[in-house]
């Protein structure tokens, strides 16, 4: 299967699945866009040309390449990754919180216990088997409203397991951070994720302080104040959503203030939703994504997470058709204990997997998930992004078709227009022409 | 070649007979939190093993 596109004046093709990608002129472009390479009709001379090239391409394995036969075991991966919701509370009203402001529609605000997070230590280092990197992300509702538990998981991790190479995260409204939460954080935290959605009239509307009020102005210092006294990574993660269909402007927003890392996503909500995106923005919003590509065409000043699509270097095959890992090697553990495939699925009775406390894992569950990697939903069989996207985000295949399995065409196209960016982005320095 | 500048080689096919390690960091950890994309996460593995790395060949000139 091949991939071939135009942006911006420049021919793309993308071989699915050998992995390679090449640049093509115009002439190239047309042989393989016309299907001329394997019916030859009417062949200018350039074409002609183009079309040995591109011929000598597929005779080196680098073009309609076959597929290759890879047993990926998934269903026996070990777990190592956990979601922490170290608090079921939150100190921010956003209206497109799937947390549903903190306690995920259970009506029970709760902090998790330091005895509980050390049950999941515990489970985690049950089930890790040899792996090495074991990661933790702090999240909630807000997890610093449940520091203490943080630091006690931080400190029980790394006694328990010292052989083992613990990866904290937390990801925050940074409405509780001063200089003693930051220079923790910058201390312990391999990375932040920190959230604002852009402009300050974008991120108002949506992310409310408590009782009420904007937040952008309270928590842009303190993220400035993150990132001037950190080494470690971080990024400013944002969403938008039927409101912001402009959102590009917000990227660059966040850019100006000085932000390297930026990642914005679409928010993810049931239809009907006054703020859910659907399928008529889809054109809007991919043009947003060239606006912001061709942004990052002269302004190599930041980073945006769905570009950094590393062509040479990025993961093996088997990594990319196991996709997210949610229920098989990644797992969200609520302040209760309880285990569920991921932070989105949290608070859906169904999907509740075991817990932490007894040491349940329900293999039953798990295998929905390890079924459905990027080989075993249908539309993505058929998708050239399949090696690039992993196969997307089965929670949003539920929120939005009810089915896991059933992949979100909104999700879907945006995907691939992000990804056909992310490679122009890498041809900028070819220099075919 | 004169039409074509290819950019990388079949760096996934290169990679059959090494990956799969499991030591990558998981992708909604890294960030989003929402939506999944894989090709953006680094491999772990060290050059010397890695076959996403290693078995590279120089780009069509
Ligand atoms: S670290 Fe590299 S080789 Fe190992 S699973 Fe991840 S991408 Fe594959
Ligand atoms: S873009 Fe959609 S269809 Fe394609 S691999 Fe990703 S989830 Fe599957
Ligand atoms: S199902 Fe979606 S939200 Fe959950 S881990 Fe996978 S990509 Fe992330």
Redesign the interface.
Known sequence: MVHSYALFGRYIAI?V?????????R??FDVLQKGLLFEPLNLTP?QA??RE??L??KED??LF?EP?A?T?NYAD??L??L?LHVSHDCNLRCAYCFAKTGDFGTGRRLTMPPEVAERAIDYLLARCGG???L?I?F?GGEPLMALDTVKHTVTYARRAAPDKNF?F?L?TNGVLLDDGVTEYLNREMS?V?LSLDGRRQVNDAARRLVPDGGSYDEILPKYRHVIATRTGDY?V?G?YTKRNTDFAEDIAHLASLGFR?I?L????LPPGHPLALTEEDVPALCRQYELLCERMAEDGSFAF????????????????L?????GV??AAVTPEGDVYP???FVGREEYRMGSVLDGSFDKDISSWFSDIGAEGREDCRTCWAR???????A??NLTVNGDIALCDRL?CAL?KK??EC?IYL??LK???Y | MKHIKTLNRAVLKDSVPHGGCGECQTSCQSACKTSCTVANQKCERPPKVSGTLRQIKQPVA
């Open positions: 071989d699945h050998s992995g390679a990608v090449h640049e093509l002129d002439a190239a350039e040309e183009a090239e591109l000598a391409l394995g680098l390449t290759e890879v990926v991966l070990p190592k990754a979601c792996r090495r990197n990661e992300d999240f990866r995260t990801t990375n994720v990024y993660r969403t890392n990642s996503e679409p928010a993810v997470f769905h570009f950094n699509v590393d062509l040479a270097q990025g993961p093996c095959v088997y990594k990319r196991r996709g997210c890992g949610a090697e990644y991921c932070h989105q090696f690039y996207c992993g196969g997307g985000c929670a949003s999700g995907e992000r990804l992310a890498k041809t070819s220099g075919i």
